[in-house]
């Protein structure tokens, strides 16, 4: 093992690099997000889209780590600052990040695994309806569990609330 006198310069930039790799990938997505949204909704030029940055760095779990669940998550805050709604409450990616630390050591009870099965449907169709058979396998779930995992998620979204996450003028 070497020492701290013993690094080379090289050495140490390497190990810098390794421990803020992770930092930049999540600054890169967020700049890519930005650009997405701005054409999604026509914007030019330093708009409030431009100047969301701040607003869609992440907060939970999986959002520093998962490149499609932070761009989910980034999306999902552009779009309600180039809608003008509330960007505090949770998203759907927030929730879904937090659902999925917590069935890691138990398993969710029926109504938050119908919840985790919604945001999943919301957060990511194209891959919804890959893994489910039917569209019918979340109606079944929604008629039984629907009322509980509607109470989950108004819980979810109001806990999870950022009350710093306030596009600025």
């Known amino acids: 093992m070497t020492t701290a006198a013993e690094q080379t310069v090289d050495d140490i930039w390497h190990n810098l690099e390794l421990k803020l790799a992770p930092t930049f990938a ?19 030029g330093r708009g409030p889209i431009w100047r969301a940055f701040p607003l869609i760095k992440p907060t939970h779990g999986r959002l520093h780590t998962s490149e499609r669940l932070y761009r989910t998550h980034a999306a999902e805050v552009l779009d309600r600052v180039a809608e003008g709604r509330n960007t505090q409450p949770a998203t759907a990616a927030e929730m879904i990040s937090v659902l999925m630390e917590s ?28 893994l489910i058979a ?36």
């Open 26 to 44: 999540v600054l890169e997505w967020g700049e890519e997000e930005i650009q997405a949204a701005q054409q999604r909704h026509q914007e030019t």
């Open 103 to 130: 069935s890691l050591p138990a398993p969710l009870n029926s109504a938050a695994a119908h919840l985790y099965m919604h945001l999943f449907a919301q957060a990511f169709p194209e891959d919804f309806h890959q």
């Open 134 to 169: 039917s569209p019918t396998d979340l109606d079944a779930y929604e008629r039984v569990y629907g009322a509980k995992a509607d109470e989950y998620e108004s819980d979810l979204r109001r806990k999870l609330t950022q009350t710093w996450r306030t596009p600025k003028a």
